[in-house]
């Protein structure tokens, strides 16, 4: 689609950020051709965000030179890179969670009629238009609030289509989609290459990387590392250009030594009130054993999540059905009763439930455990910061210091820090929901290994994830969802990608069968 001779469209010239105590880039130089879908590669922490944020507006204090169409521009704001045809989609969701979807999609631009009101149904109307472009059927007068993580990262999109930008930045776009969503965003993407758009794209996922990409840049500790053609290079190339080391196959097919039961599970359903489908969950029934990982899988919508926040006390209807931990009925009500009694969970949104954004790294990592660093009822810092820094050690987080604040760390960073502060808990069931989501090749397999260590140890661990490979890398079991309600269980030695999808796309009609 393009070709050498083309012109650059964006230029960028020895670009250096700095933050208190980082270098998150320095001397970042690369250029990007008109109409190009040009991927930026590197692991967490690499500086990708950083310089996408400096392009779109969101950082304006830098040193270098960025050059949009042969001039260079400094940028005061994202409204002024907007106009200049530059709109960026972010990894973290930007979304004002009381407001409609079509409110959030025109923010700032807002429609209105000849008296000067808002005009709700044109909004309404335009955004409609938009996520049919997406094969999306989300309500745009739906509240934000009311969605699921999959569709708010749609709606960004959509707010991105909304501009007609020229050049169109996608920082982790399909993080929190399913399979099915993501071929639908691809084909968005075709779309907008046939019509002249010029993408960049960041995505830790080398198959997007391979499928879509005419170059590819790959940054590591803030630098580039090297700017390629798809067609000259390949996955294992751009991986270890990427962590400046091989990964290993990680390979989790040992068998692990199973103990008693921790966790059993007995007719367990969810209702859902004022919906033509009744129930969230219905009957579903399940067990997991000490030194055992078991897997969820199911489309968005299937129930995965629901079934976590059940078990964690977190659901905002009380389920029905029987829940046994370690040979006992519980009946929980609150996430801290399912602490106190052992079981601990990642949730898959961790900007808006799991970090708190105006704590430090420390604090972050030993919220739920600051008995262990108090003596006489007074919190020891000394303490804390020797807990937070044997996690950052064990899951090799990427900050300064463990005084950082969290919100200066990349998201994969970030969501070591959670996993950090629950396994300090030390739980007899660890709940994982999609715990890899926008985390790089390395630092995934780093989190296997601390998963197979942790099962291995006597841990009962269940895990949903949006990418079938890793469930089959991980688990010892998979139970497969569909629309609530449970469909199928595999072992090692049954698990396929055609299998699961077989089973996650099942008609109710069939289930019961």
Known sequence: MTTSSTSPLIEIRQVTKRFPGVVALKDVSFDVRPGEFHSICGENGAGKSTLMKILSGVYTDFEGQILVKGVVVNFTGTREAEGSGISIIHQELNLVEELTVAANIFLGRELTSGWGLLNDRQMEIESDSLFTQLDSKISPSQLV??????????VEIAKALSRQAEILIMDEPTSALTETEVERLFRVIQKLRASGVTILYISHKMEEVFRLSDRITVMRDGQVVKTLDRTATSPREITHLMVG??????DLSAGRQYGETV???QLLSLPRYGHARQWRLEGISLSLRRGEVLGVAGLMGAG???LLECLFGASSIPPQGTILLKGKPVHFTHPGQAVEAGIAMVTEDRKRVGIFSQMTVRENITLCTLRDSTSAGIISPSRERTAATATIEQLGVKTASTESMITNLSGGNQQKCIIGRW???????LLLDDPTRGVDVGAKAELY?????LARDGLGVIVTSSEL?????????????????????????EFTEHRIMELATMQAEAIGA
């Open 245 to 250: 080391r091989e990964i290993e196959n990680t």
């Open 423 to 429: 396994l300090k808990t030390k739980p007899d069931v």
């Open 304 to 306: 995965r999540t629901e």
């Open 145 to 154: 609030r009311e969605l699921r993580v999959g569709d708010q990262q749609l």
């Open 449 to 453: 290994r601390v998963i197979d260590t």
């Open 469 to 493: 490979p890793e469930l089959i890398t991980l688990c010892d079991r998979i139970l497969v969802l569909c629309e609530g309600r449970l469909t199928g269980e595999l072992i090692r030695g």
């Open 263 to 265: 966790l059993e599970v």
